[in-house]
């Protein structure tokens, strides 16, 4: 008898709930699978509203859960983004490890509930056992984000749960994902989990994670009025007798990579663990010494200056930044956590308590000016409790702190005390500090919608608020010669659908792709050829696909992209995974077309000097010369080729992307 693969449907607006069983390779491989079957196929939610409850929410882990293997319970989450109203994946570390103890492999959020509610999944030995609706009074809920437990925001309302639920927490040990603020009054909310020790109630140190770009935790509290989701219990997993067996997983890291399976897998993850010729581990201890003056800083207005310049804002955040952390977190004391699932790299760095990673610390510190790691540290923090995405808020932080700075704004009209500064050439470390405060006040600002600017940005996106942003201040767009979407980076999907890069210098995020703001793309700072590039990027996108589908944390890629069509002849699937990932894509993009949110060509400046800028950097003579000539012309014609070569490589409709 096959795989099966079971799904938990939640209908939080009746209160009802069942179960159903996929095949398994026949009808789904995965949680991504699901998600894009569910809302193509089933729930056709491209033809509503993004806050519709049509938009289900579809959380679930691998087929590979329960199996001997490290890095295999990352929890995927499939949904509507409210900023590019087209398909996403948004995924959480090690969550599944106690979320689909809950009796299935994956939960499905359907409906909308009448009031604010907390669902409750427990499972037993032969599945789920039972599903509870509590509902929250709204005033209830915003005085716990005030404060409950020595925490705010999203972190409270765990902390409160993990109480007020302490029989549930301690019989079941579940993982509580939650939303924050951010997730009811912006288009940017997280789901925010912390692991709770289920004797104590008390947050596990560093296990603090998110599955946020997207914006997943904006639809679960908008379209479905559902503020939490604890799964747990005692059901477990059972792949496959040959995947639970360490010989077998061994034989086959031999037979591929001419190694046994642990030394695949410690050698597949020096970076994140620790790199002894950095003396530091983890994406942030590694990054920065790595890339360098490739790093996107003042709002990416660093790809516009000189290398020796660039260098010098490098060595302030190496100095500042990097070296307190390394000095802590490495060479003092190893307090390293895992995500929440038993893995020899423990990727979780901690500094002081927080739990730090590359992306929301770049983007609350160098993205914005800032290079005290202590200012980043609390602003990260804020942006946490919030619930907000931390790579997306960096984004809408930098450019309106940018408009500001240059004049399209005023201060009083984002509700910042004074005008930022934003000089990288003249400005200091302690002159670019004071966009601490300022960036704090628009975060706060954002939730409350605390001016008439903040209300527009929080409600529509950064794209739709540009535009309209371009109308209110007709006038200032006219005498500075500088439209408000041309401060930020972004790649526009259909008429209002957007999505911001992450924090990279690098093109693979701004090409004509189906899925933006995520790792599926090639995401280094290189410039090549159109073809030659779309075909790396189709590559990277395959894989990227059968990862998040196998529940996989991407820090494993190394070990699993080589050993994966084996594993899965381990697990008696006769399958072609590289042309399942194909196949899949194409159904993205079909829902894609359908919803009318096609990708669309650059429409930001800054945007398209993201490949400007980075031919120069990489020398690439030819192409230097044509922007130099017609810089509109050439971006368009590498993005119009690069469409082309993608859509034969993985095909798609010759006219996936709107140019």
Request: proline residues 5%; hydrophobic residues 40%; aromatic residues 12%.
């Amino acid at each position: 008898m096959g795989m099966k693969y079971r799904v938990l449907f939640i209908d939080v607006g009746n209160r009802s709930w069942r179960v159903k069983e996929y095949d398994v390779p026949k009808e789904v491989l995965g949680p991504v699978d699901l998600g894009v079957k569910l809302h193509l196929e089933h729930y056709e939610s491209w033809k509503h509203d993004v806050f519709h409850p049509s938009n289900a929410v579809v959380m679930g882990g691998g087929i590979f859960m329960g199996a001997r293997m490290f890095g295999v319970h990352r929890l995927a989450t499939v949904f509507r983004s409210p900023e590019s109203r087209v398909l996403h994946v948004s995924t959480m570390g090690g969550a599944a490890y106690k979320f689909c103890r809950c009796g299935a492999h994956a939960v499905v959020i359907e409906g909308r509930a009448h009031r604010p509610t907390i669902v409750l999944v427990r499972g037993g030995r032969d599945g789920v056992e039972s599903v509870e609706f509590h509902e929250v009074y709204e005033e209830q809920l915003w005085d716990v984000y005030k404060y409950y437990g020595g925490y705010k925001g999203a972190y409270a309302l765990i902390k409160w749960i993990a109480d007020r639920f302490r029989s549930f927490i301690e019989s079941s040990s579940p993982r509580i994902i939650a939303v924050g603020p951010a997730a009811l009054r912006t288009v940017y909310g997280a789901l925010v989990s912390v692991d709770v020790d289920p004797k104590t109630g008390s947050f596990i140190e560093g296990s603090e994670d998110f599955a946020a770009r997207g914006s997943p935790g904006s639809i679960l509290a908008r379209a479905h009025n559902v503020i939490a989701v604890a799964a747990g219990g005692s059901w477990a997993p059972q792949p496959p007798e040959k995947l639970r067996d360490v010989k077998e997983l061994d034989e086959i890291a031999r037979k591929i990579l001419g190694k046994g399976f642990m030394e695949a897998v410690t050698g597949a993850g020096k970076k994140y663990r620790y790199d002894p010729s950095i003396g530091a581990g983890g994406t942030f201890g590694v990054n920065y010494p790595h890339y360098r003056e490739l790093l996107p800083t003042f709002n990416f207005n660093s790809m516009y200056l000189d290398k020796e310049v660039r260098k010098k804002i490098v060595e302030y955040v190496l100095e500042r930044y990097w070296k307190p952390f390394k000095i802590e977190v490495f060479d003092k004391a190893r307090n390293w956590r895992t995500c929440g699932e038993p893995c020899p790299f423990a990727c979780k760095k901690v500094w002081r308590g927080k739990k730090v990673d590359y992306e929301p610390f770049q983007g609350f510190g160098p993205l914005i000016g800032i290079v005290d790691l202590e200012y980043g540290a609390e602003l990260v923090d804020i942006v946490d409790q919030l619930g907000f995405d931390a790579i997306g808020t960096s984004h809408v932080v930098a450019w309106l702190l940018e408009a500001v700075y240059r004049g399209l704004l005023a201060p009083e009209e984002v509700g910042i005390a004074t005008r930022p500064n934003l000089d990288p050439i003249m400005g200091t470390p302690e002159q670019w500090s004071v966009n601490y405060l300022l960036a704090r006040q628009v975060l706060e600002g954002l939730v409350e919608h605390s001016t008439e600017v903040l209300r527009i940005v929080a409600e529509k996106g950064i794209r739709a608020a540009a535009k309209e942003l371009d109308k209110r201040f007709e006038e200032r767009v006219k005498r500075l010669g500088v439209r408000f979407e041309d401060l930020v980076v972004y790649l526009p999907f259909g008429e209002d659908g957007y999505m911001t890069p992450n924090l990279y210098w690098a093109p693979g995020f701004l090409s004509p792709i189906a899925m933006s703001g995520k790792y599926w793309t090639y995401y280094a700072a290189t410039f090549a050829e159109p073809e030659e590039f779309a075909k790396t990027v189709a590559h990277r996108a395959l894989m990227e696909y059968l990862d998040d589908n196998s529940g996989l944390c991407r820090f494993h890629r190394g070990w699993f992209e080589k050993l994966a069509s084996e594993l899965a002849k381990l697990a008696g699937m006769d399958v072609n995974l590289v042309e399942h990932a194909k196949e899949m894509y194409r159904k993205i993009v079909e829902y894609e077309i359908k919803a009318g949110y096609r990708p669309r060509f650059l429409e930001s400046s800054k945007a398209k000097d993201v490949f400007v800028t980075i031919a120069k950097e990489m020398g690439a003579t030819e192409w230097i010369q044509r922007f130099s000539v017609d810089k509109e012309g050439a971006v368009k014609e590498w993005w119009s080729r690069f469409a082309k070569t993608f859509a034969q490589t993985l095909g798609l409709p010759e006219d996936y992307a709107e140019i």
